[in-house]
C-alpha cells in the first residue's frame, strides 16, 4: 500500500509559479511511475506529467516547456515546478504512482495508476 500526499497547491496571479509536492510512503518508491493529473470544475481528470523509475519525463502539449516534474527517492518525494502559470492551469492537481513501467504515451493513461493522492487546489487569477 502507498499512501501520497499532496502540498503546495495555492492562489497565485497569471505568469507566478508553484511548486507542488508529493511525499509518498513505503520503501520501493524508486520503483514506482510518478505522475501528476488535474482536474478542473466539470472537466475530465487529465494528464499533466510523468516521470518513470528511470527519470525519463513526460508532459502534456499544454504544459510543456513551462511545468518540470522531478523526483527525490532519498526523500520518497515528486514535485512538480510551474512557472508561467495561466488561469487555464487552475485545477485541482492530484499525484499518482503506479508499479508498472511506462514510457511516452503509456504514461498518459490513468489506468497506469494504483495511487491516487487527494489533490491540492491551484487556483491562477487573471
Known amino acids: 500500500q502507498v499512501q501520497l500526499v499532496e502540498s503546495g497547491g495555492g492562489l497565485v496571479q497569471a505568469g507566478g509559479s508553484l511548486r507542488l509536492s508529493c511525499a509518498a510512503s513505503g520503501r520501493t518508491f524508486s520503483g514506482y511511475t510518478m505522475g501528476w493529473f488535474r482536474q478542473a470544475p466539470g472537466k475530465e481528470r487529465e494528464f499533466v506529467s510523468a516521470i518513470n523509475y528511470r527519470g525519463s519525463t513526460y508532459y502534456a502539449d499544454s504544459v510543456k516547456g513551462r511545468f518540470t516534474i522531478s523526483r527525490d527517492n532519498a526523500k520518497n518525494t515528486v514535485y512538480l515546478q510551474m512557472n508561467s502559470l495561466k488561469p487555464e492551469d487552475t485545477a485541482v492537481y492530484y499525484c499518482?504512482?503506479?508499479?508498472?513501467?511506462?514510457?511516452?504515451?503509456?504514461?498518459?493513461?490513468?489506468?497506469?495508476?494504483?495511487?491516487w493522492g487527494q489533490g491540492t487546489q491551484v487556483t491562477v487569477s487573471s
Open positions: 499518482a504512482a503506479g508499479s508498472a513501467y511506462c514510457s511516452g504515451y503509456g504514461c498518459f493513461r490513468t489506468t497506469l495508476y494504483d495511487y
